[in-house]
């Protein structure tokens, strides 16, 4: 079975320029999330897709994110226009089911987001 | 609110030496706690994790860990240390009362083997 899986794996752009990521969950997985890990700091929730829905986008850092999920299937996060502080490596896990005992989130490698 | 916080951002060890990297979380309601790992290259595999059953929890590749509520830690061992354990591991939280289960991380600690 494949795991979760992100591309690109590293990007590099320019202050003002639009990134988009993306992540393709485990096959069958109704729940998908996003996380990032600026340099140095930890990892960070940004938001949580139940199928196609918003469950909880608490941690969206601000209006330049924009995530989706159309069909339930892989999401992307765009960043658009891209800063400086969003440099960081963004992580994609999905689960299965989100009974307590349960649950688990699997991760994919990350993408490494490189703005300068 | 919950947090976590993990003691030493990196800690280094002997081969064959015991492993122990600390965790102590904040929660105002019972928690479920998880240790993750990642390896160079890899995404985070999860080692193991308490869901208010058995307090010692015991993982992949020896570990284990103890969920000590009275001083709120959960600290991560194993017996001894091989090369291979080389990476970086992360202490997690969920908050039952949180519908999406998400995750709140540590800041990591790095473990380094010396042979």
């Known amino acids: 079975e494949a795991g979760v899986t992100q591309f690109p794996s590293h990007s590099v752009i320019e202050k003002g320029q639009t990134v988009t990521l993306r992540c393709d969950p485990i096959s069958g997985h109704d729940n998908l999330y996003w996380y990032r890990r600026v340099m140095g700091k930890e990892i960070k929730f940004l938001l949580h897709f139940v199928k196609e829905s918003k469950q909880d986008e608490s941690g969206m850092p601000n209006n330049r994110f924009l995530a989706e999920r159309t069909g339930g299937t892989y999401s992307t996060l765009k960043v658009q226009p891209a800063e400086l502080e969003d440099s960081g490596v963004y992580f994609c896990?999905?689960?299965?089911?989100?009974?307590?005992?349960?649950?688990?989130?699997?991760f994919g490698p990350g993408t490494r987001l490189t703005v300068l | 609110a919950q947090s976590v916080t993990q003691l030493g951002s990196h800690v280094s060890v002997s081969e064959g030496a015991l492993v122990l990297l600390r965790c102590n979380y904040s929660s105002s309601v019972p928690p479920y706690l998880f240790w993750y790992v990642q390896y160079p290259n890899q995404g985070l595999q999860l080692l193991l994790k308490?869901?208010?059953?058995?307090?010692l929890v015991k993982g992949i590749n020896g570990f284990e860990a103890e969920f000590k509520k009275s001083e709120t830690s959960f600290h991560l061992t194993k017996p001894s240390a091989h090369m291979s354990d080389a990476a970086e591991y992360f202490c997690a939280v969920s908050d039952l009362k949180d519908s999406s289960y998400k995750l709140i991380f540590g800041s990591g600690t790095r473990l380094l083997v010396r042979p």
């Open positions: 308490y869901t208010s059953a058995a307090t």
């Open positions: 896990a999905s689960s299965q089911d989100r009974a307590p005992r349960s649950h688990e989130q699997f």
